[in-house]
């Protein structure tokens, strides 16, 4: 297993802000990722977060407006970047403690972002 | 494209009786599945996945799923409810044909009354 701890867990924001989320686990892991969760909807996955190199990011999400980085294989940071309303959501970071795809996954207890 | 559907908001039960949650799954290749449980203001929590093997898979608390292939399901089901189950419950799938990418369902939300 792993624990997970996110930086911070709720802001609120104005438009056209940034702010970055912290992510930082217990342990070293291969596979880190970062979903969006819209208020009353399911998980969409922004990106994978690659150590050393840069992020796969999933359609629909670019890296100008949500920059991640990945320094080791214990820490990452998000950045929501000129926020609007829309980006009122909790981002969540979320780990696979395997090299295998056969693993689950653990997340952290996730950052609620209102941007008004 | 994998996609994963819940096909229902909301599960009512009363406290004592089984529930029943349901997901069905469409993956290009072989899948693996997962349920994870979400409390409120907290993350999400693994409770059990199938990857191989027997179809019925027990895990945290009480909870267990059936694999069935044929009607591409992973329902989620406990025999005996309990009001401190009462959380929002997220289906997942993966495909084995490579990557780590998992897609959730929509989410039910599970309501077990005393």
């Known amino acids: 297993s792993a624990v997970i701890s996110q930086k911070p867990s709720r802001d609120i924001c104005q438009r056209g802000t940034s702010l970055t989320i912290q992510c930082q686990v217990d342990s070293q892991v291969t596979m880190m990722f970062w979903y969006r969760q819209q208020p009353g909807q399911s998980l969409t996955l922004i990106a994978t977060?690659?150590?050393?190199?840069?992020?796969?990011?999933e359609s629909g999400f670019v890296i100008d407006k949500f920059p991640i980085s990945r320094p080791n294989l214990t820490f990452s940071t998000l950045t929501v970047s000129n926020m609007s309303p829309e980006d009122s959501s909790i981002y969540l970071c979320s780990v696979g403690t395997r090299d295998t795809n056969t693993g689950e996954l653990f997340f952290g207890e996730g950052s609620r972002l209102t941007v008004l | 494209a994998q996609s994963v559907a819940q096909p229902e908001d909301q599960v009512n039960v009363a406290e004592g009786n089984p529930l029943t949650v349901k997901c069905t799954y469409s993956?290009?290749?072989?899948?693996?599945l997962f349920w994870y449980v979400q409390y409120p203001n907290r993350g999400l929590q693994f409770l059990l996945k199938?990857?191989?093997?027997?179809?019925l898979v027990k895990g945290s608390y009480g909870f267990e799923a059936e694999f069935n292939k044929s009607q591409t399901s992973f329902h989620l089901k406990k025999p005996s409810a309990l009001v401190s189950d009462s959380a929002l419950y997220f289906c997942?799938?993966?495909?084995?044909?490579?990557?780590?990418?998992?897609?959730f369902g929509a989410g039910t939300r599970l309501f077990v009354k005393a």
């Open positions: 993956v290009s290749g072989n899948p693996y």
């Open positions: 199938y990857i191989t093997g027997d179809n």
């Open positions: 997942a799938v993966r495909d084995t044909t490579g990557g780590f990418k998992t897609i």
């Open positions: 977060a690659n150590q050393g190199s840069e992020a796969t990011y």
